[in-house]
Structure formats: C-alpha cells, structure tokens
C-alpha cells in the first residue's frame, strides 16, 4: 500500500489569463517537485459518470456551466473566474481525479492520495461559481462516497487561508459531513465566523487574523484535533491550499513548507483509528510557485507516513 498522486493532462489547459494568480504552472510546479519522491504511485485522471455533478450542483447549475466555455478566448464566470477552451476538459478532470482516488482507495490499490489538478473548488457554491473555482471538487467527492460506497460520516479539513464558502453551502444541512475550514479572517469571500455551524454542528469555522504565526495557528488548532475526536470520521478529504504559506502574495499568515507537513500529521495522528488510514487531498489555493510546491511535498511526506 502506498501513496497515489492523482494528475490531469488538461490541468494546464484551463487558462485564466496574463496576471492571473491561479496559473497552469501551480500545478506544473507541484507535480515537478513530487517527481523526486520515491515510492509514489502515479495515476491519472479517469473519466466518470458525470451524473455524480448533479448530487453537488443543480444540474441546470451544471449545464449553465457546460455551456459557458468559449471557442476561443477568454469567458468570465465570475470577476475572477476566468474561463478559455481547454476549460471544459480541466474542469471535469479536476472532478475526475478525486473520484479516480476515492475508486483507488476503496479497490486496495493505494492507502491514500493527494490529487495535483487544477482548477480548484472550494468556493464553488451549489448554483455559483466563484473565487476561481467553478465545480466543487472536494464535495463531489465526498456525496460520491456517501452515494456509491455509503459511507456516513466524513471529515473534510479545509486549511486554505480562504474560507471555504462553497462547501459550507453544500454541505450546510447534511449531518454525514463534518466541514471544518481554518483561515484568515476578516478576508475574502467574507464568510466563515465561527457562529456557522450547520444545521448539526457539523460545521467548524476557526477564523484567525492577519499576521497569524505558526505557534498561534497550532494552539487554534487544538480545537480542530477536538472536534475530530468527537466525530470520528470514517473517511478524511482534505481541501488543501498552500496560501497560508509566509511567502504566498495573496494572504497575511506565517506558515512554513514544514507546517503543512505538520497540520497533516497531527490530522492523521488522530484520524487514522477511525478512518482505517483513507485519506483523500486535493490541492486548492497557493500563489507563490515555490513555497506550494514545497508545502505540497511537506504534505505528501506525512501522507506517506501514515501508509
Ligand atoms: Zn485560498
């Protein structure tokens, strides 16, 4: 059993324009420094029954969306979602590669997997794209393991600096998915106080201020080990952005490559008795090419730990 990384050929294709911060060489960038690992297992994106979108997203949602990529050019979803050609398959295959890993998985082919894929989800609402995500991967994947491997409970640990909005909404009212989001706050999308819970406290904002320092992010995160333990989850996701990173332009807090290595570890510490060890990360946010690529390979180091 070993660790997979789950990759797309259209990831780079999906374009968003001079200057845009979510640029194909994030996850060129990724994927270059994972390369030197040993003992990683390599696995790309497989198509999948596309009915699973409309679990997530409304289906007219869906077809809006479908509908929306231009033949040439750029098309705006919305302010800062940018949209070209090579869209279309990018944005099903970013779908795909967390399905690809759940299938992985639960089929004993590896014990966990971080999938390195563009564009990112989580604030992708039920019926809105936004802030550079347009499907919500991390929730299409956690609804595909309710509705095709019945599972009933599972923890989805968002640490991108953002909060992440759209799996909130999605996931809001549904006891099966403990949602917990740690980022910097007040700051966009303008959601994640902690008096969202959920409609079953299955919701945990940790909103922390600009100029977090690492010490004060762990003690922030006992809260978190906390909430785990209650519910143990019996399958862990991870939205995993790398902006919470000292070195990322678009975000204030002061993390290290090696934090992330450390914010996985102790989830997985406390995790693994009730998850068996199932683990799926998916990569979110992160601007600054090299402090995510090594965050990211910090990361894939404690999944490989835990297998
Ligand atoms: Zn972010």
């Known amino acids: 059993m070993n660790t997979a990384i789950i990759t797309s050929d259209t990831s780079t294709d999906h374009l968003t324009g001079m200057g845009h ?9 990724v994927i270059k420094v994972l390369k030197r690992q040993k003992n990683l297992i390599w696995n790309k994106t497989k198509k999948f029954d596309e009915s699973f979108l ?25 302010g800062d979602t ?23 998985i639960e089929n004993n082919n590896f014990k966990n997997a971080f999938c390195a894929v563009r564009p990112p989800g989580h604030h992708a609402e039920k019926e809105k794209a936004m802030g550079f995500c347009i499907y919500n991967n991390v929730a299409v994947g956690t609804n595909y393991l309710i509705k095709k491997y019945k599972y009933k409970k599972i923890a989805i640990i ?21 949602y917990i989001s740690i980022h910097q706050y007040p700051f966009y999308p303008g959601t994640g106080s902690e008096n969202e819970r959920g409609k079953y406290s299955n919701i945990l904002n940790i909103p922390l201020p600009a100029g977090t320092s690492s010490k004060e992010y762990f003690d922030a995160y006992e809260d978190i080990i906390k909430k785990l333990k209650e519910f143990k989850p019996e ?72 297998n």
């Open 21 to 29: 911060p979510e640029k194909p060489d994030r996850v060129s960038s």
């Open 54 to 78: 409309n679990i997530t997203h409304s289906s007219n949602y869906v077809s809006e969306v479908k509908k929306s990529f231009p033949k040439k050019g750029l098309n705006f979803l919305d």
């Open 82 to 104: 940018i949209i070209s050609p090579g869209s279309k398959n990018a944005t099903v295959d970013a779908v795909g590669s967390i399905i690809c890993a759940i299938d992985g």
């Open 158 to 178: 968002d640490f991108d600096v953002h909060h992440g909005n759209g799996t909130q909404d999605i996931f809001y009212e549904n006891e099966k998915v403990l």
């Open 235 to 306: 399958f862990l996701m991870f939205s995993a952005g790398f902006d919470a990173h000292k070195d990322d332009p678009l975000a204030q807090f002061k993390l290290s490559s090696k934090d992330f290595y450390e914010i996985t570890r102790r989830t997985l510490l406390t995790t693994q008795k009730f998850t068996n060890g199932k683990v799926v990360s998916i990569l979110e946010g992160g601007y600054d090419l090299n402090a995510m690529a090594e965050s990211a390979n910090e990361h894939v180091n404690a999944l490989l730990e835990f």
